[in-house]
């Protein structure tokens, strides 16, 4: 374990001690969203409102010391709103670019299902090639960039269904949920004397970020391991229960997801664990069931659970 793993994993543990501090009893979600934001990729939150999704999202970005922004989505929302505009420039006589909110390191899409179908697929360049297009000229956004919207489940009146082309472009979906009877309690007592978040002090920056994702990317991947990915998202694609299976894009969002966990997790290496672990989160919100299996009580749960004890594990890795 060289220096620079060595403080790498410091800030992590910082990193996640901060979140952990604003978001009790969330240790797991906590882990997948470090997961995510060394991985590089977007997260999904669908939950009730007042579970804590903005929290966790704004205590992430403050902890990075990265640029912030926040998209209240509604249906009078525009493209435009999002991506930024050209504005005629009179003493110039040219026009300029206004950016938009998505310039920035951390954007939070606050009920992403509450913005039309046009507006959503603004977001679709930015999340997959990190750039927006405005009247024909390429705007590349900061680096390290970072999508974590949310959505509310129980609500449908004046939302959108999200298509699939946008969900496969999220590398996570998770929920929060409700804290159990000890963690509310506790939650009473940290807010006492204010706002947990509003105390916190940032642990690293956003080019370390982006320095920790580069060598979260150099984690060692055995080629069973690679072969055990590709299995289960094959299976997912012949799975009988199954109308939508896993995409490609999934494959590599699995396995990008599990480098980080296993970095996290203080190794150099990913094992079938990570894997195993993480592909309720990667593939899940990526595949949809036959409408028959879902009358017959059939489960994503399920599937995973038939898939994986299909699926042969590797037993023994070679670094």
Request: net charge negative.
């Amino acid at each position: 374990m060289d220096a620079t793993f060595k403080e790498d994993l410091t800030i992590l543990k910082q990193l996640k001690a901060n979140l952990e501090s604003c978001i009790l009893g969330k240790e797991t979600e906590v882990e997948l969203l470090l997961a995510a934001a060394l991985a590089g990729g977007h997260v999904l939150l669908e939950d009730v409102p007042g579970t804590g999704k903005t929290v966790l999202i704004k205590a992430l970005a403050k902890s990075v010391q990265g640029q912030f922004r926040r998209i209240q989505c509604n249906p009078d929302l525009l493209p435009t709103d999002i991506t930024g505009v050209s504005i005629y420039h009179p003493k110039q006589e040219t026009f300029l670019f206004r950016p938009g909110p998505v310039m920035t390191n951390i954007l939070l899409a606050d009920e992403i299902n509450r913005a039309t179908t046009k507006t959503q697929s603004a977001l679709l360049e930015a999340m997959e090639e990190r750039h927006v297009t405005v009247d024909g000229d390429c705007y590349p956004l900061p680096a390290p960039f970072l999508l974590l919207a949310t959505q509310n489940p129980i609500d449908f009146e004046g939302t959108y269904v999200l298509p699939e082309a946008q969900l496969d472009r999220f590398m996570m979906k998770f929920s929060l949920g409700y804290p159990d009877h000890e963690t509310e309690k506790r939650m009473l007592f940290s807010q006492a004397s204010g706002h947990p978040v509003d105390r916190l002090e940032p642990v690293t920056t956003v080019e370390r970020l982006t320095d920790m994702q580069l060598r979260a990317r150099q984690v060692h991947v055995d080629d069973a391991v690679a072969d055990y990915v590709v299995s289960i998202a094959r299976k997912t694609r012949e799975h009988s229960a199954v109308f939508l299976g896993a995409s490609p894009r999934a494959t590599i969002a699995l396995l990008q997801a599990a480098k980080a966990l296993a970095y996290l997790r203080e190794r150099d290496y990913v094992i079938p664990d990570d894997i195993k672990y993480l592909t309720p989160y990667v593939l899940g919100h990526r595949m949809i069931l036959h409408s028959e299996a879902r009358i017959d009580g059939t489960t994503l749960d399920s599937v995973f659970e038939s898939i994986f004890q299909n699926v042969r594990v590797p037993v023994r890795l070679e670094k």
